[in-house]
Each structure stands twice: as C-alpha cells, then as structure tokens.
C-alpha cells in the first residue's frame, strides 16, 4: 500500500486546512486509515482514525471538536479537515493505513506516507 499526502502549508491561527491521503491499493475500503503527527522535537502522535467501515472515528483530545476526519472510497482518499488550527498544530502531517484488511481497533499501522507539513503562525 502506498500512501500520498498532500495539503499542508503556512496558514495562520484560526485559519482551515484539508488534508489528503491518496492510497494506491485497491482495496482501500477494507483498510482503517489514520493520521498521525510530528512536531519538531516531539515525537510522532496520533490525531485521528477512521474504520474500514467508516462508521467509527476516534480523535485526539487536542484536536476534538476541530478536526474532522472522512474517507471517499471511490476515490482512494482519506481527508483530515483542520477548523480553528493553532500554532500547536504545526507539524509534519502522516497518513496510515495497518498491515491488516478489516482491522479492529486500535490499529497497529504499518504503511506511512511521507508526510505533508501544517505550520500555524500565530
């Protein structure tokens, strides 16, 4: 599985972003998908997941009630839509996907994109 995410860039506090995760297999909708985040001097942390099936979401308590996360399967794409960003926020942004199909939660990710970088200035 391949994963391409694209989105980022410089916007300032209060600003939205969307974010978006191209997976390159074809079986997308039987994978749970997630986002993750990495500030600089902090290691990588979770922000948001998404079921296979899409009907189970799960959010970081510091982005609850801001950040959304949705899946497209016809088109391959799993979004983070980012409200009220702050600069806290920035970050370089990853998608994931778990090794497994039809995965239950917590997912164990094993496949990475390479990331898109979110910077808030304040």
């Known amino acids: 599985v391949q994963l391409q995410a694209s989105g980022g860039g410089l916007v300032q506090a209060g600003d939205s972003l969307r974010l978006s995760c191209a997976a390159s297999t074809r079986h997308f909708g039987s994978y749970a998908m997630g986002w993750l985040r990495q500030a600089p001097g902090k290691e990588r942390e979770f922000v948001a997941d998404?079921?296979?099936?899409?009907?189970?979401?799960h959010y970081a308590d510091s982005v609850k009630g801001r950040f959304s996360i949705s899946r497209d399967d016809a088109k391959n794409t799993v979004y983070l839509q980012m409200n009220g960003l702050k600069p806290e926020d920035t970050a370089i942004y990853y998608c994931a996907a778990p090794y497994r199909v039809y995965s239950d939660y917590p997912y164990e990710y094993a496949y990475w994109g390479q990331g898109t970088l979110v910077t808030v200035s304040s």
């Open positions: 998404i079921s296979w099936s899409g009907d189970s979401t």
